[in-house]
C-alpha cells in the first residue's frame, strides 16, 4: 500500500476509537442527570445506585473519549499537514471553538458531578451534572458542524489556493448539518439505552440484579424504542438531504452505475468496480427511487455521471447495509422487549431475550461506526467535497513508518477496547452493599464505593 492509503487507514482508526466513547457520553449524560433527578424528587435510594453506577460508565468512557481525541488531533500535524494550511480558516475556529465553549465546561464541572455529590449543596451538584450533559452536547454540535461543512461546504472562497470564511453563519450552519447533528444524537442515544439494556441483562442472567436493575433496562428500552423510529425519520431525511448535494455517494451507497429511473432497492448484492456491475443482487424492483426521491419512477444519477471523482463502491455499499440491518435488530428488540414487558414484567422477561440484550449491548458502536464509514468513505476523493481533494493535504511519509505507527495505534486501542468492555463487566458483575440512606446519609463518592476507586479496581 502507498503512503496515501495508509494514512487515511490510520486515521480511520484513530477516528473509530475515539467516536465508539463521545457516541456514548453524549447520550449517557442526559441519562445519569435523569437518574440522579428522580432520586431527588422522590428519595428512592434505587435511582440513586443506578446514578453513582452508570456515572462510572460514564468517567470511564470520558477519559477514554479524551485520550483518544488527543491523539486523533496530532495526525493533523504528522499527516494531513496540508489540511490546516489549505482549510485551517475554516476548521481551526471551529475546533477552537469546541475547546473554549465544550471541554471547559465538561472539564470544569466533571470533578464536581463525580466527588461533588457530599461536598457540595444538592442544588449545585444537579447543576454540574446538567452542564456536563450539556457539554457534551455541545461538544458534538461544533465537531458535526466542522464534518459537516466538509461534506457540504458553504459560506468560503478560496484565495490562492486557501479556504477563507465570508459568512460565519453559513460555514455553521451549512446544508447537511441540521441533519448530521439530529442523526448523530439519536445514534448517541441508542447506543447508551442498548448499553443500559444490554448491561441490566447480564445483571439479571448472572443472578446479581440489583434493586435499581429493572429500573435501567425499563429506561434504556422505552428510550430505545422511541428513539429508533425516530432515527429512522431523521435518516430518510438525511438521505434525500445527501441525495440533493453529494449524488455520488448515494450512488454507491445505494449501487447504483448508470443513471435510471425507478431504481430496486439492493438488500445484498457485491459491487465489482472493475465491470461496474452487481453481482448476486437481490433487490426489491423500484424500492430505491421510492426511498430516496418518494416517487417509485424517480430518478438516481449513476456513478457513470462521476468518472474519477466518485468514492470506493464497496466498502461504501456493505457499510451502509450494516448500518441499516443493524437499525433494523435494534427495532425488533426494543419493540420486543417492551412487548415482552407487558405480558411479563421487568424481572421476568425469557432468558434468550436476556441474552439478545446482552449480545445487542454494544449494537449501538456497530451502527455507529458503519454510519461513519459511509459519511466519510462517502466524501472520497475529496476531503472537503467538491473543493479540496484528499492526496492534495497529505504529508510525503515513507510508507514503512506510517506503517508501524498504524500497527502501534491498533495493538494500543486493541488493548484499551478490551480493558474498556472488561472493566464494564467487572462492575456490573460486582455485588456491592446498599447504600445507607436514600436521602444524604450515603458514604462520599471519594470512598470505597466512588468512582475513581470502583474503575481502579476494575483495571486490578
Given at each position: 500500500m502507498d503512503a496515501l492509503i495508509l494514512a487515511r487507514m490510520q486515521f480511520a482508526l484513530n477516528i473509530t476509537f475515539h467516536i465508539l466513547f463521545p457516541t456514548i457520553t453524549i447520550a449517557l449524560g442526559w441519562i445519569v442527570l435523569f437518574m440522579l433527578w428522580r432520586w431527588r424528587r422522590g428519595g428512592d435510594a434505587a435511582w440513586l445506585a443506578a446514578y453513582r453506577f452508570w456515572t462510572q460508565v460514564f468517567a470511564l468512557s470520558f477519559?477514554?473519549?479524551v485520550v483518544s481525541g488527543v491523539t486523533m488531533s496530532f495526525q493533523f500535524g504528522t499527516n494531513w499537514p496540508g489540511f490546516m494550511e489549505r482549510a485551517g480558516n475554516i476548521a481551526g475556529p471551529l475546533l477552537g471553538y469546541e475547546v473554549l465553549t465544550a471541554f471547559f465546561l465538561e472539564a470544569g464541572f466533571l470533578g464536581i458531578m463525580l466527588f461533588g455529590r457530599e461536598r457540595v449543596s444538592p442544588r449545585v451538584?444537579?447543576?454540574a451534572t446538567a452542564t456536563v450533559a450539556f457539554g457534551t452536547t455541545l461538544s458534538a454540535f461544533w465537531i458535526l458542524s466542522l464534518n459537516s461543512w466538509m461534506q457540504t461546504p458553504a459560506g468560503h472562497e478560496v484565495r490562492d489556493g486557501v479556504i477563507h470564511a465570508v459568512d460565519w453563519w453559513a460555514v455553521v450552519f451549512n446544508p447537511s448539518f441540521p441533519y448530521r447533528l439530529a442523526h448523530k444524537l439519536l445514534a448517541s442515544g441508542l447506543t447508551a439505552a442498548f448499553l443500559l439494556c444490554g448491561v441490566s441483562a447480564w445483571q439479571m442472567l448472572k443472578g446479581v440484579a440489583r434493586p435499581e436493575t429493572a429500573r435501567v433496562l425499563r429506561v434504556g428500552l422505552t428510550l430505545a424504542a422511541v428513539l429508533v423510529p425516530l432515527q429512522f425519520l431523521a435518516g430518510d431525511m438525511h438521505g434525500l438531504n445527501t441525495l440533493k448535494h453529494q449524488p455520488a455517494k448515494v450512488a454507491a451507497m445505494e449501487g447504483v452505475?448508470?443513471?435510471?429511473?425507478?431504481a430496486p432497492l439492493l438488500l445484498f448484492a457485491w459491487p465489482d468496480e472493475q465491470a461496474r456491475e452487481n453481482r448476486f443482487a437481490i433487490g426489491i424492483p423500484r424500492a430505491a427511487s421510492l426511498i430516496l426521491t418518494h416517487d417509485a419512477d424517480g430518478e438516481i444519477r449513476g456513478l457513470n455521471e462521476f468518472e474519477g471523482a466518485h468514492p470506493p463502491v464497496k466498502p461504501l455499499f456493505l457499510a451502509f447495509r450494516v448500518m441499516v440491518g443493524m437499525g433494523v435488530l435494534m427495532l425488533v428488540f426494543a419493540w420486543g422487549g417492551m412487548w415482552?414487558?407487558?405480558?411479563?414484567?421487568w424481572t421476568l422477561l425469557p432468558r434468550g431475550w436476556l441474552w439478545g440484550l446482552s449480545l445487542m449491548s454494544f449494537s449501538g458502536w456497530v451502527a455507529t461506526v458503519a454510519g461513519w464509514y459511509?459519511?466519510?468513505?462517502?466524501?472520497?476523493?475529496?476531503i472537503v467535497y467538491g473543493v479540496l481533494r484528499t492526496q492534495e493535504v497529505a504529508a510525503n511519509n515513507p510508507g514503512s513508518m506510517?506503517?508501524?505507527s498504524l500497527a502501534a495505534y491498533a495493538t494500543v486501542y486493541l488493548a484499551l477496547l478490551i480493558a474498556y468492555v472488561a472493566a464494564i463487566k467487572r462492575m456490573a458483575e460486582k455485588v456491592e452493599q446498599a447504600e445507607p440512606g436514600g436521602q444524604g446519609g450515603s458514604t462520599p463518592s471519594s470512598d470505597r464505593g466512588g468512582p475513581a476507586a470502583v474503575i481502579?479496581?476494575?483495571f486490578a
Amino acid at each position: 500500500m502507498d503512503a496515501l492509503i495508509l494514512a487515511r487507514m490510520q486515521f480511520a482508526l484513530n477516528i473509530t476509537f475515539h467516536i465508539l466513547f463521545p457516541t456514548i457520553t453524549i447520550a449517557l449524560g442526559w441519562i445519569v442527570l435523569f437518574m440522579l433527578w428522580r432520586w431527588r424528587r422522590g428519595g428512592d435510594a434505587a435511582w440513586l445506585a443506578a446514578y453513582r453506577f452508570w456515572t462510572q460508565v460514564f468517567a470511564l468512557s470520558f477519559a477514554l473519549g479524551v485520550v483518544s481525541g488527543v491523539t486523533m488531533s496530532f495526525q493533523f500535524g504528522t499527516n494531513w499537514p496540508g489540511f490546516m494550511e489549505r482549510a485551517g480558516n475554516i476548521a481551526g475556529p471551529l475546533l477552537g471553538y469546541e475547546v473554549l465553549t465544550a471541554f471547559f465546561l465538561e472539564a470544569g464541572f466533571l470533578g464536581i458531578m463525580l466527588f461533588g455529590r457530599e461536598r457540595v449543596s444538592p442544588r449545585v451538584h444537579f447543576v454540574a451534572t446538567a452542564t456536563v450533559a450539556f457539554g457534551t452536547t455541545l461538544s458534538a454540535f461544533w465537531i458535526l458542524s466542522l464534518n459537516s461543512w466538509m461534506q457540504t461546504p458553504a459560506g468560503h472562497e478560496v484565495r490562492d489556493g486557501v479556504i477563507h470564511a465570508v459568512d460565519w453563519w453559513a460555514v455553521v450552519f451549512n446544508p447537511s448539518f441540521p441533519y448530521r447533528l439530529a442523526h448523530k444524537l439519536l445514534a448517541s442515544g441508542l447506543t447508551a439505552a442498548f448499553l443500559l439494556c444490554g448491561v441490566s441483562a447480564w445483571q439479571m442472567l448472572k443472578g446479581v440484579a440489583r434493586p435499581e436493575t429493572a429500573r435501567v433496562l425499563r429506561v434504556g428500552l422505552t428510550l430505545a424504542a422511541v428513539l429508533v423510529p425516530l432515527q429512522f425519520l431523521a435518516g430518510d431525511m438525511h438521505g434525500l438531504n445527501t441525495l440533493k448535494h453529494q449524488p455520488a455517494k448515494v450512488a454507491a451507497m445505494e449501487g447504483v452505475w448508470t443513471t435510471e429511473r425507478g431504481a430496486p432497492l439492493l438488500l445484498f448484492a457485491w459491487p465489482d468496480e472493475q465491470a461496474r456491475e452487481n453481482r448476486f443482487a437481490i433487490g426489491i424492483p423500484r424500492a430505491a427511487s421510492l426511498i430516496l426521491t418518494h416517487d417509485a419512477d424517480g430518478e438516481i444519477r449513476g456513478l457513470n455521471e462521476f468518472e474519477g471523482a466518485h468514492p470506493p463502491v464497496k466498502p461504501l455499499f456493505l457499510a451502509f447495509r450494516v448500518m441499516v440491518g443493524m437499525g433494523v435488530l435494534m427495532l425488533v428488540f426494543a419493540w420486543g422487549g417492551m412487548w415482552l414487558y407487558r405480558r411479563s414484567g421487568w424481572t421476568l422477561l425469557p432468558r434468550g431475550w436476556l441474552w439478545g440484550l446482552s449480545l445487542m449491548s454494544f449494537s449501538g458502536w456497530v451502527a455507529t461506526v458503519a454510519g461513519w464509514y459511509v459519511t466519510e468513505i462517502g466524501r472520497q476523493p475529496f476531503i472537503v467535497y467538491g473543493v479540496l481533494r484528499t492526496q492534495e493535504v497529505a504529508a510525503n511519509n515513507p510508507g514503512s513508518m506510517v506503517a508501524v505507527s498504524l500497527a502501534a495505534y491498533a495493538t494500543v486501542y486493541l488493548a484499551l477496547l478490551i480493558a474498556y468492555v472488561a472493566a464494564i463487566k467487572r462492575m456490573a458483575e460486582k455485588v456491592e452493599q446498599a447504600e445507607p440512606g436514600g436521602q444524604g446519609g450515603s458514604t462520599p463518592s471519594s470512598d470505597r464505593g466512588g468512582p475513581a476507586a470502583v474503575i481502579s479496581r476494575s483495571f486490578a
